[in-house]
Structures are given as structure tokens and as C-alpha cells.
């Protein structure tokens, strides 16, 4: 099946948007106005209607009035927030909203270099409601207004934020550096230092590059010589 986008973005100071969509689904459509027309849209990857198909042609018209046209026949309802952010929610989500029960809220958690975290737990305290960030490290909760979610990620420091009239939480985590100074890689996962019955040593970049080694390996064997050994190219753990 034949399919075509056609986008072009003018460049006037209003900001009025021209482009033309044929059979192509309403996510697809988003993608093209977020790269093209530069807004962020926020949303579930669940959300009923993202893969109904749409054909439009708009000339000259506003975000408002293109959204308008994208959304009309589906289940979708959108909300243009500041800072050229868009965030979908399905309409009977906002009619609850509105009368203060729930609110469907979104974001983007970040570290302090503003690269996504993958996996955050974002939680609304007191309750059995959580998600987790996606590749991308957004995230979509619904979330009673008043309640408090809190953001959580091992060997970054917590943070909590009030639901309030805002649908948008984009948040930056700070490194825990004491943390992760708790934290030792085990070859099968990670165990907090007090956890660990046998003792742990540390070997540093620095005591590797002394040793004339062209793999990592062999530059521990020796280092501790009651916890690693070489087996068989592996590096194994040797009761201490």
C-alpha cells in the first residue's frame, strides 16, 4: 500500500504549520510533528488510538488547530503545556481530571547531563501505583491530584513531587556517590557491601595500568590473590 508524508514548516514567526499525511496511523503523525514542528509529545505507548490511520492535508494553520484535526474521531484528548509540549491522554482520563480525582501525568527523568535513565521506579507513595521509565526515560502515571510520586533509581539520589495542576514532571537525578561506593559487582549481579560475608578488596584503574597486561583479566589475577584467579579465560572467585 502506497503511503506518503509530505511536512514542510514555515518559517514565519507565527509558526503555522503546512503538511500533508495519506493512510498513516495517528503515531506516525505525531513523529513527523515532533521532528518537524518541534513540540515534545508525551504519552503511554498503550494509549487506545495511536495506531488508527488518518489521511489530512493542512495548509498554513496553527498546532492548535492541527491537533484538532489529527485527534477528531479518536479517543485521544491533548493539552498543549508551555515550553511546546504536548501531552495525550484518553478524553474519559481528562473528564476525570477535571473533576479532581486523577490526572494522568508525564515526564522525562534524566541525570544531571540531561542523558535519559532507563528503568527509574516512579511510584505514587502510600499506594500500589508505579511504573518504570522506557528506553527513552519517560514515563506516563496516573496519579490522584495532592499525592506524592516519588522517582527512584540505584546510585542516584530520590526525589518526590506533589501532583498539582501540572501534567508534565520532567525530572534530573543527581548521582549517590556514597551509594555507590556501597555497591560491589559481583560477576552475577550487584551486592551492597555489607551484605558480603567474605572480604572485598578494591583494585584501581591505576593498579591495572602498572601491569604490563593486554586484557583486564589477567591484570586482577594477582591483585588479590585470595578472591581471583584465572580459569579457563574467566575470572573466578576463590573463597578467602
Not at 503515531?27 to 489521511?55: C, H, M, N, W
Not at 527523568?109 to 522506557?134: C, W
Amino acid at each position: 500500500m502506497f503511503c506518503y508524508i509530505l511536512l514542510f514548516v514555515s518559517q514565519e514567526v507565527s509558526a503555522q504549520i503546512t503538511f500533508s499525511v495519506k493512510n498513516q496511523t495517528i503515531r506516525q503523525t505525531i513523529r513527523v510533528i515532533e521532528k518537524k514542528a518541534d513540540y515534545s509529545f508525551f504519552y503511554t505507548d498503550k494509549l487506545p488510538g495511536l495506531d488508527q490511520k488518518i489521511s489530512l492535508k493542512v495548509d498554513n494553520e496553527s498546532i492548535d488547530s492541527v491537533l484538532e484535526k489529527v485527534f477528531k474521531g479518536s479517543p485521544i484528548s491533548y493539552k498543549i503545556e508551555s515550553g511546546k509540549q504536548v501531552v495525550l491522554t484518553l478524553k474519559t482520563e481528562q473528564n476525570a481530571s477535571q473533576k479532581g480525582d486523577k490526572k494522568t501525568i508525564t515526564g522525562v527523568v534524566a541525570d544531571r547531563r540531561g542523558e535519559p535513565l532507563i528503568g527509574v521506579t516512579v511510584r505514587v507513595e502510600g499506594e500500589n501505583i508505579g511504573t518504570a521509565t522506557d528506553i527513552d526515560g519517560r514515563f506516563s502515571l496516573e496519579a490522584p491530584i495532592g499525592a506524592k510520586i516519588s522517582f527512584s533509581y540505584i546510585g542516584y539520589v530520590s526525589q518526590s513531587h506533589t501532583v498539582n495542576k501540572q501534567n508534565i514532571y520532567n525530572v534530573s537525578l543527581s548521582e549517590d556517590s556514597q551509594v555507590l561506593e556501597e555497591v560491589v559487582v559481583v560477576g552475577y549481579g550487584s551486592m551492597k557491601r555489607k551484605d558480603i560475608t567474605t572480604a572485598v578488596s578494591v583494585v584501581s584503574t591505576a593498579d591495572i595500568e602498572e601491569r604490563p597486561m593486554m586484557t583486564t583479566a589477567p591484570a586482577l589475577q594477582g591483585q588479590d590473590q585470595p578472591v581471583f584467579k584465572l580459569c579457563s579465560h574467566r575470572v573466578c572467585r576463590v573463597p578467602g
